[in-house]
Structure formats: C-alpha cells, structure tokens
C-alpha cells in the first residue's frame, strides 16, 4: 500500500480509537468523586439560588474559587433534563472547548496545505490532548480549565499574523479571548505577559498594541459589569476568587513532585517536536533567514506561553493539590506549538516533495506510537466496564430517590438536589473555606445540613472535612444498597 493510501487509512483508524477513548474518558469522568463537585455552581445558577457569598453564610456553600463566567459556559448542558445525558453533554463541552483553537488553525492554514498532509497533522494534535493525562484530565470533566484553555489559545493564535492590514480587529479579537480566558480561570492572567513582549518588539506588533490595551479594558469592565447583573453579590466574588486561593497553604515539597509530574507528562509531545525539528533542520526550506523567522514565530510564541505559565502551574500543583488538570494549559499550549511547527513546515516545502513527506510521516507515526501505549490502558476491559457500569452518583441519586434526606451524600450536590429539589452544603464548599482560613462555625454548618439525615456517606478517596463537624467521632455503620461508601452516624448537637 503506498503512502498515498497508507496515510489516510492510519488516519481514519487513528480518528475511530480516538473517538473511542474519548467516549470512555467522558463516561468514566462521572464516576470520579469530584465530578459534581465543580458541576454545582452552574446547577445553582440554572435555579436562581445563591452562589457567591462572602465571609457570612447565608447560603449553602459550593465549590465557586474559578472565575465566574466558567460556571456560565456550562449552562446549555444544564438546560438537559435528562441527568447522565446533562453529565455526558457538560463532559464533551470540555472537549469542545479544547478543539475550538485547531479548528481556527485548520481555516488557517487549509489553502496552503494538502489536504492529506494538513489531516495528518491534526490527527497528531488531537492524538497529544486525548492522550495526554493532563489534557485528557480537564477535556473529559467539568472545569474551569477547559474554557480558559480554550479562550486562551485563541487569543493567542488571533494575533497572527502579526502584519495584518486591520491592527484594530486583531487587538479586539485576541483582547476579547483573553479576557474570557482570565473570566474563567485566574492564572491566565499570565498570559498577558508574552503577548506584550510580542507585540512590543516587533515593529508590527506595535500598532496592535495601541488598540490592544484600551480594548483589553474595555471587555474587562464589561464583563464585570455582567457578573454585577449574574450573580449580584461582586464582594462574594472577590471573597470566593481572590482572597480565599491567595490564603491556601502552600507545601513547598510537592513543587518537586509537581515538576517529576510534568516532565514525565512532556515526554510524548517532546518526541513529536524533536523529531519536527530535526526534518527542519537537516532539510531547510528557505535559503532566507526572513522566510525562516516568519516560520518559528507563531510556534516559538505559543511555547512561549507555554513556559510562561509553567511557575504559576508548580505554585498551583503545590497549593491545591493538584495533578492533571494544574498543567494542561502549558501542555496544551506546547501541544498546540506543535501542529502549527509541522504546518509551517508544511506551507514552506514544496508539494510532494520528501521534506513535506517526512512531516506527514513522522506525523502519523508519532500518533501511533502514542496511541499504542495510551490505549491499551483506556481501552482495557476493565476501563470499559468502568465506564459503563453504575457510578457512585447514580447509587447515591437513586438511594436519595429511594429514601428520601436519610442519608447525606456531601460529595454529590447535584444528585441530592436532582432527587430532593433542595440544596445542601458541598464538601468542597467547607474545604475551600477551611483552607483559606476562613472556616464555617458548627452553626453555619447545621444550618444548610438536611433536616432528616442520620448518616453520613463518602465515596472511596479525597479529603473529608464536613466529618469533622457532623460525625467527629467517626462512628462506622452499613447501609443496604450503599455498598463501596463509607457511612458514618452523624451526631447532631445535644443528641
């Protein structure tokens, strides 16, 4: 079979194991402990409740330390009725968001490029974010990073190129993305630092600049001004996004950890690069250092922000705790660094010839290295019959159903409203305020705990702090149909 054939083949299977692996990441992401954990606040807005509060508890408390326009993004799964199908909908918006950035690089690029040449190359990117954990982490669960990633790498790939005849456009669009990158998780603020490196060296750059700033504040106020009007309470906001993460703890020794993490994580997008760079280097496409500069620019600038957030990503590793979802903004960025390294290549070597062949090649062979060693693992038989068997929140849910409050499940918010119409405090909600030093009294505690409920149940894993103030005894006990939960007697005061 010639390369001719060969190519799209590899790429069609490559794309089917893909689809595959990402339908059994999406399923399996429900049965993680946390899952409802950061499904809540958009649960919560979608019913008119409060979400932010500040110091004062007037409310139940959630997991609400991103920024406010995350818990927006997710409101149209919300709007399902159906519950697993709203949990799978909220999961592939997060793959969405991750794709978004490729589809603007492929209308970038596919008038320059083969078409068989410009697939392979987005078959070996979609290959790094599906297959890197830190990727795969956040574009198979509901957070905050996925939008922010997403906005991100549009703001970034919106600046180019950079000697555009309607500077005013491209600081508007790209200023526009960055703000709703920053609206959605706060470390993107980071990003501004390369872009004002960028456009400030280079002399086209500079007339982006003088429209970027001022439109950079234009959305800015804009946005505040509609999560004025969203949420109401802009001091709750500040209290949840600002002064409760600056206050988390910070365990310096898990920044090694963090950084044995990543380099073990960079290993794989690494091999791609290293592999692009070396056809560049012993094949070189233009005999004119200006045609090459132009080349390295748009990759060299997205490993840049890349780099840039790689401080901001250990600091986050070392004080939340952490592991996937702190990295997958660097190593999406450096993944996205990637496709468009093998596209420059592509658009500077001449149709057919064997530079541009051994891009593809290298391309497709990458993709099945790499999905060889990831799949055996996400395809397994037991990660299938993971996927598809009964999550711990569809036990709780049902039991809830079943037996009403009896039993309070603090880890699945969503569950406990969808079976009890009623909110209840989240787990992560008490953390969150413990760990910023500000936590809740036993009344406040009590206050939003439901009225019926005489145990106390977690599934396997994760921190417990509502246990300290409702069973601090730790009193064990077993309840029919709970199987795999930890169940304790709760202690209600002057009982």
Same mark, same amino acid.
């Given at each position: 079979?010639?390369?001719?054939?060969?190519?799209? &083949?590899?790429? @069609? +299977?490559?794309?089917? #194991?893909?689809?595959?692996?990402?339908? &059994?990441?999406?399923m399996?992401?429900?049965?993680?402990?946390?899952?409802?954990?950061?499904?809540?606040?958009?649960? @919560?807005?979608?019913?008119?409740? *409060?979400?932010? %509060?500040?110091?004062?508890?007037?409310?139940?408390?959630?997991?609400?330390?991103?920024?406010?326009?995350s818990?927006?993004?997710?409101?149209?799964?919300?709007?399902?009725? /159906?519950?697993?199908?709203f949990?799978?909908?909220?999961?592939?918006?997060?793959?969405?968001?991750?794709?978004?950035?490729?589809?603007?690089?492929?209308?970038?690029?596919?008038?320059?490029?083969?078409?068989?040449?410009?697939?392979?190359?987005?078959?070996?990117?979609?290959?790094?974010? @599906?297959c890197?954990?830190?990727?795969?982490?956040?574009?198979s669960?509901?957070?905050?990073?996925?939008?922010?990633?997403?906005?991100?790498?549009?703001?970034?790939?919106?600046?180019?190129?950079?000697?555009? !005849?309607?500077?005013? *456009?491209?600081?508007?669009?790209?200023?526009?993305?960055?703000?709703?990158?920053?609206a959605?998780?706060? /470390?993107?603020?980071?990003?501004?630092?390369?872009?004002?490196?960028?456009?400030?060296?280079?002399?086209?750059?500079?007339?982006?600049?003088?429209?970027?700033?001022?439109?950079?504040?234009?959305?800015?106020?804009?946005?505040?001004?509609?999560?004025?009007v969203?949420?109401?309470?802009?001091?709750?906001?500040?209290? /949840?996004?600002?002064?409760?993460?600056?206050?988390? $703890?910070?365990?310096?020794h898990?920044?090694?950890?963090?950084?044995?993490? #990543?380099?073990?994580?960079?290993?794989?997008?690494?091999?791609?690069?290293?592999?692009?760079?070396?056809?560049?280097?012993?094949?070189?496409?233009?005999?004119? $250092?200006?045609?090459?500069?132009?080349?390295?620019?748009? $990759?060299?600038?997205?490993?840049?922000?890349?780099?840039?957030?790689?401080?901001?990503?250990?600091?986050?590793?070392?004080?939340?705790?952490?592991?996937?979802? !702190?990295?997958?903004?660097?190593?999406?960025?450096?993944?996205?660094?990637?496709?468009?390294?093998?596209?420059?290549?592509?658009?500077?070597?001449?149709?057919?010839?064997?530079?541009?062949?051994?891009? +593809?090649?290298? %391309?497709?062979?990458? !993709?099945?290295?790499?999905?060889?060693?990831?799949?055996?693992?996400?395809?397994?038989?037991?990660? +299938?019959? %993971?996927?598809?068997? %009964?999550?711990?929140?569809?036990?709780?849910?049902?039991? #809830?159903?079943?037996?009403?409050?009896?039993?309070?499940?603090?880890?699945?918010?969503? !569950?406990?409203?969808?079976?009890?119409?009623?909110? &209840?405090?989240?787990?992560?909600?008490?953390?969150?305020?413990?760990?910023?030093?500000?936590?809740?009294?036993?009344?406040?505690?009590w206050?939003?705990?439901?009225?019926?409920? *005489?145990?106390?149940?977690?599934?396997?894993?994760?921190?417990?702090?509502?246990?300290?103030?409702?069973? $601090?005894?730790?009193?064990?006990?077993?309840?029919?149909?709970?199987?795999?939960?930890? +169940?304790?007697?709760?202690?209600?005061?002057?009982?």
């Amino acid at each position: 079979m010639t390369g001719r054939f060969l190519i799209p &083949v590899l790429c @069609v +299977v490559i794309t089917v #194991l893909l689809v595959a692996v990402v339908t &059994v990441e999406i399923m399996t992401a429900t049965h993680t402990f946390w899952y409802e954990q950061r499904l809540a606040p958009t649960v @919560v807005l979608l019913q008119g409740a *409060r979400l932010y %509060q500040g110091p004062s508890i007037e409310a139940p408390l959630f997991s609400c330390i991103y920024g406010p326009l995350s818990y927006l993004m997710y409101l149209p799964a919300a709007l399902i009725g /159906n519950r697993k199908v709203f949990y799978y909908c909220a999961s592939g918006m997060s793959m969405v968001f991750l794709a978004l950035p490729a589809l603007l690089v492929y209308f970038d690029y596919r008038k320059q490029i083969q078409a068989r040449s410009l697939a392979a190359c987005m078959v070996g990117f979609f290959t790094l974010i @599906v297959c890197l954990s830190p990727i795969a982490h956040v574009g198979s669960l509901v957070s905050a990073d996925a939008p922010a990633i997403g906005f991100a790498s549009l703001c970034a790939l919106k600046l180019f190129p950079l000697d555009t !005849s309607s500077p005013r *456009r491209t600081a508007w669009w790209s200023s526009l993305f960055l703000a709703l990158s920053v609206a959605c998780k706060q /470390n993107m603020l980071f990003l501004a630092l390369p872009i004002l490196v960028l456009l400030g060296l280079r002399p086209q750059g500079r007339r982006i600049l003088s429209w970027y700033i001022p439109a950079a504040f234009v959305w800015t106020i804009s946005l505040l001004l509609l999560f004025r009007v969203i949420y109401g309470d802009f001091g709750g906001i500040i209290f /949840n996004n600002v002064i409760i993460p600056r206050r988390w $703890p910070l365990d310096r020794h898990r920044i090694l950890d963090g950084a044995r993490f #990543l380099y073990q994580a960079w290993l794989s997008p690494a091999f791609v690069a290293g592999g692009l760079l070396a056809i560049g280097y012993l094949s070189p496409f233009a005999s004119s $250092p200006q045609r090459v500069r132009e080349c390295c620019l748009r $990759p060299l600038f997205l490993a840049g922000c890349a780099l840039t957030l790689l401080p901001i990503s250990l600091m986050t590793f070392a004080a939340a705790g952490g592991t996937d979802n !702190s990295f997958a903004h660097l190593m999406y960025f450096f993944s996205l660094s990637i496709l468009v390294l093998s596209l420059e290549l592509l658009s500077a070597y001449p149709s057919a010839s064997k530079p541009e062949s051994a891009v +593809v090649y290298w %391309q497709t062979i990458a !993709s099945v290295l790499i999905l060889i060693a990831t799949a055996q693992l996400k395809l397994s038989p037991f990660s +299938v019959r %993971q996927a598809f068997g %009964q999550s711990p929140a569809d036990t709780a849910y049902s039991f #809830l159903k079943t037996h009403g409050d009896e039993v309070y499940f603090p880890t699945y918010p969503v !569950s406990t409203y969808l079976a009890t119409g009623h909110f &209840v405090h989240a787990e992560w909600g008490i953390m969150n305020r413990i760990l910023g030093g500000r936590p809740p009294s036993a009344a406040d505690v009590w206050k939003f705990a439901p009225p019926g409920a *005489r145990l106390l149940a977690y599934p396997p894993g994760g921190r417990r702090v509502l246990i300290r103030y409702m069973a $601090p005894h730790q009193i064990r006990t077993r309840a029919d149909g709970l199987d795999g939960f930890e +169940v304790y007697m709760i202690e209600r005061p002057g009982s």
